[in-house]
């Protein structure tokens, strides 16, 4: 792990990363909804001009023609932007390749607020909290570039559907070379006792920023986690945390309503019931503006997480387990 001293697009390392993939297997193939340019899957189409398929803008066809060709033995790379596979195409995805389990990955581009200028018909927001709720997918968060390529092989390796987060913007680079995440198993990657901050997505980055703030103004030793998998989620390392320190702040790019926080709270309730306080968007639409500005405007700015981790220690009464 290093410090995020540089910036890069997660998007153009997702497009890379593909055409790696398609060297490696050529049953990879790749369809999009007209969005290849701003996904950078068109540098797919250029190196495998027979393996990729341009559906054009009918998000619902999209999902159907990729069961389809995921039923014929190959492993379909299907794209459009995050929000239409949580509405638009959301049937479809639930009936054609959930219920039959079809080998199908679908790439979420533009997650978040990260398509920040168009609006909220454009923000996805909701979209952890559909896709996660159907049986049988499993839900990825990449956090950075080096994200992305690590975990692309794994996905089309991983058996039936798969929700892949992709963000639009310039993002930190928080890993190197000797990143190795594994899907449904989270990561420790900062040691502390006091609370846990567990972070997915952009906010990854945030939650690292907090936890040097907390430790440095006020001696609070703060644990950070990194969560790529919602879905199956890594239950064992989220009840050691809370069994550890007591407390936990979850930290996500999404309403606090049926995403990452959501799904942490499952998982203590019955096992190992400690507070947990949750930093995401409050139940509201955003606004357009500026990306980086909106995640401040809209609760998830670093001194939200470092409020968070506050709540969250005055909860369980300021203890801090020896």
Known sequence: MKAPLTWSLMRQAYGQALVRLGEQNPDVVVLSADVS??????????????RFYNVGIAEQALVDVAAGLAYAGKVPFANTFAFLFATRALEMIRTH???GGANVKLMGAYAGLSDSFDGPTHHAITDLAALRSLPGMTVVVPADAVAVERLLPQVAAWP??????????EVPVLFDETYSPEISKGMVIRKGGDVTLIGTGMLLHRCLEAAQRLEADESISARVIEIHTLKPLDRDLILQAARETGALVTAEEHSTIGGLGAAVAEVTAGAAPVPVVRVGINDTFAESGPYLDLLDRYGMSVENIVEAARCALSLKGGRRPG
């Open 160 to 169: 039936g559907p798969v929700y892949f987060r992709l963000n639009r913007n």
């Open 37 to 50: 340019n701003s996904d950078f899957s068109a540098m797919f189409a250029e190196a495998f001009p027979d």
């Open 97 to 99: 390749l959930c219920y």
